[in-house]
């Protein structure tokens, strides 16, 4: 099993990142996918959740209306499109499958001017 994040980088306040994660060695199309997130001196947290056909996704609260999942089954991968970014949402960003122990290695998201 492999998960690979990619997309990561420093933007500004107010900016925009497209992370995206590409995946193998499981049958993608059939499990729900998530972002979570982990900060610098806190624990890791459920960003965004994506269902196995990508008809249903729930958001933290903190980015509902910023952040949008979305997942490719033909491509075996999952976006998070992040737009209005906050210094807050500074982050080491990981993809993970629902149910599965696998993380991947991660994507560094910094936010400030």
Known sequence: VQLVESGGGLVQP?????LSCATSGFTFS??????YRQAP??????????????GGTDYADSV????AI?????KNTVALQMNSL???DTAVYYC??????????????????
């Open 14 to 18: 107010g900016g925009s990142l497209r």
């Open 30 to 35: 059939i499990y729900d996918m998530s972002w």
């Open 41 to 54: 001196g806190k624990e890791r947290e459920l960003v965004a959740r994506i269902s196995s056909n990508g």
């Open 64 to 67: 509902k209306g910023r952040f």
């Open 70 to 74: 979305s997942r490719d089954n033909a």
């Open 86 to 88: 906050k210094p807050e």
């Open 96 to 113: 993970k499958a629902r149910g599965t122990p696998f993380w991947g290695q991660g994507t560094q998201v910094t936010v400030s001017s």
